[in-house]
């Protein structure tokens, strides 16, 4: 069988999925297997915040006693806050821009526990640190996006063992968001649909690549897959903005986003993996209603050569359908 | 310090250059140091081709005796070719297309000379069998674009030790050479200058971010950096289409490339990279005369994390004036 390109939906791209170079779900997996490096709890910089020179949490949530999730600022950010707005000046021929914003760790209690393996309670208490943050992020005017992402494993960049999970503000819209939501607005006015809703609606009627669903979410490999058993998850009803997803929806969809990850961690021998939320703009709430949030997890096995770099095409050597079967 | 956000000028993305999470060069590469496996000529399936089952070769080009570099077809390849275009059919609301293309190997005799180890001589036929075998793929009109890389490494996505380039042709423009042509075009229509002639005569001014320079060509690291110690080989001259560069300039520009890359493996230990042409696509050359083709340089350090795949904003911790005199 030949080779396939399949153009996504939402941001226009191509990507090729290549099966005559591809292994079977089951070799691929044995020839990626590696053994995770765990850190011992002595000298994690996460067990005793205060001891390990952080700032007091900004928030803290806690179930039956003591803190289960903390936010906390990072104490090596990428971006940092001050009391004025970034704003793009000349620098020769380029636009530059102070990287003023914020950076932030979600830090959850124990050691040993990612994600997958949180108690449903704990699991709810990290989005609720993801929603109850963004909506204070939310009021400094100088802020354009939310950008909320989780490195699981060093080959995910997570240089700390301990479970913890990012929040960084921008002053800008991130390129690749802003490509989709233009993508989700043409799509919307060509068609007066949303352009997840019209996928998802397909996916579920096909059913082939679809891993779990509960009554309010849907966790699928996408058609348009580029990376290996890359899942993405969906809330079935249109929402734009990820804070105003209504809590029963938000508790399916954290319940999704652990059923996948189980999966993963049992199928696929706990690959390293990102995952991150797509949603809506901070700015113009009424501009982005076309737009579908979601959550999208991508293990890491592909490397990224001269062809997917030079290009923006990634080549898929396994297929969706399989790897939708396999983790199931 | 705070960290930076910079525009690149044709693609219009942002990255971050984050200095207070940096190491200084000599230390960010002491961090990065890794042996390189070489495999043994014995077993290497690029020593005997047509032992190793390859087809005869296509282009054989040699010096004095025998030959010192092969075009010759994909054992594995992630296009093939049949006689009919492919053309994009609908599956459920999605747009997929045949992988109909070519996708073919350039082969150097010497199993331990890499591109920056091989004669000046040598060098100009690889290049000479990338321009020969374009033109000859430029005759099928079911081709949009050729992709021309190198792959160095593990990390960078080479499976074979043997230093090996790659050509893949296909059937459409790829979305990230498409989002440059469209930057350089909309750059040209507002200001009726090439935007990598108006960068390049920054630079030169400028001289902080310059490597190398010869007559025809110059080697820098850009100001909107992606990956630490990246590089970027430009002809100084303006020429859209790397097929019809003057053979003298061709000369100076593999030459500045080899340079490029001796500097790189002497000062950063032989690091693992990707290297690849953007040039400009094969049909309607009238188009894209705005266009300014060139060679990039990816060396492996980063690790892309939830951020940048969530995003597409690269954080890069190294200056991009300090890379530039670390290698100079």
Not at 82 to 105: D, F, T
Not at 224 to 238: A, D, N, S, T, W
Request: aromatic share 12%; net charge positive; hydrophobic share 35%.
């Amino acid at each position: 069988m030949n080779s396939e390109l399949r153009q996504d939906l939402v941001s226009g791209d191509w990507i090729v999925i290549a099966p005559s170079r591809a292994k079977r779900p089951d070799q691929f997996i044995k020839l990626h297997k590696i053994k995770r490096i765990k850190t011992p709890v002595k000298g994690c910089p996460f067990e005793d915040l205060q001891k390990s020179g952080h700032h007091p949490p900004i928030l803290k949530f806690k179930n039956s006693h003591d803190w289960e999730a903390v936010v906390v600022e990072n104490k090596y950010p990428a971006f940092t806050h001050i009391n004025v707005c970034a704003s793009p000046e000349k620098r020769g021929p380029y636009s530059v821009m102070e990287g003023i914003g914020h950076h932030n760790l979600v830090i959850t209690r124990d050691h040993y526990k990612n994600f997958p393996k949180l108690s449903k309670q704990n699991a709810d208490l990290v989005f609720k640190a993801f929603v109850d943050y963004y909506k204070i992020l939310a009021n400094d005017y100088c802020l354009a996006y939310v950008s909320i992402f989780h490195n699981w494993g060093l080959k995910a960049g997570a240089s700390i063992y301990h479970p913890h999970y990012q929040i960084i503000a921008l002053p800008i819209v991130p390129p690749d968001v802003e490509h989709s939501l233009e993508g989700s607005n043409n799509y919307y006015k060509k068609n007066k649909k949303c352009v997840h809703c019209v996928m998802l609606e397909w996916e579920l009627k096909e059913k082939k690549r679809i891993v779990y669903e509960n009554k309010s979410a849907v966790v699928l490999a996408p058609f348009v897959m580029r990376e290996p058993f890359e899942l993405r998850i969906f809330p079935k009803k249109h929402f734009s903005y990820f804070e105003d997803t209504p809590s029963a929806v938000m508790r399916d969809i954290v319940f999704a986003l652990q059923k996948a990850l189980q999966k993963m961690e049992k199928r696929l021998h706990d690959p390293d993996y990102n995952f991150f939320i797509h949603t809506s703009p901070l700015r113009d709430k009424n501009k982005y209603k076309h737009y579908h949030w979601h959550i999208e997890i991508l293990p890491k096995f592909n490397i990224s050569a001269g062809f997917e770099q030079g290009t923006g095409i990634e080549i898929t050597t396994v297929d969706p359908d399989e790897a939708a079967k396999f983790l199931r």
